[in-house]
Nanobody, 116 residues
Framework: QVQLVESGGGLVQPGGSLRLSCAAS????????MGWYRQAPGKQRELVTS???????NYSDSVKGRFTISRDNAKNTAYLQMNSLKPEDTAVYYC??????????WGQGTQVTVSS
């Protein structure tokens, strides 16, 4: 089992920045990739970005050039740096970890609201 705890959400004005953190615990040795998803009201959960153990990343077109995912393996923590935030980035952001054999684990989510 892997436990994930997100933090760092909040209210920010358009054009502002936030950094989300996702602290992993438990069977962290089994994690092969981590990512961030988001779900806006009335919409399906969507992949924002992910990063493998080898450092390979991918981003959705809507956040490319504005968001950056990173991992600090010593702290067992993944980060999502979000810059140039837009109102359409408003959503609950969920941390995800994929482990060997395809097991998937989720955090509880953190609200990000972009509004003036």
């Amino acid at each position: 089992q892997v436990q994930l705890v997100e933090s760092g959400g909040g209210l920010v004005q358009p054009g502002g920045s936030l950094r989300l953190s996702c602290a992993a615990s438990g069977s962290i040795f089994s994690i092969v990739a981590m990512g961030w998803y988001r779900q806006a009201p009335g919409k399906q959960r969507e992949l924002v970005t992910s990063i493998t153990n080898g450092g390979s990343t991918n981003y959705s077109d809507s956040v490319k050039g504005r968001f950056t995912i990173s991992r600090d393996n010593a702290k067992n923590t993944a980060y999502l740096q979000m810059n140039s935030l837009k109102p359409e980035d408003t959503a609950v952001y969920y941390c995800n970890a994929v482990a060997r054999l395809g097991f998937s684990f989720w955090g509880q989510g953190t609200q990000v609201t972009v509004s003036s």
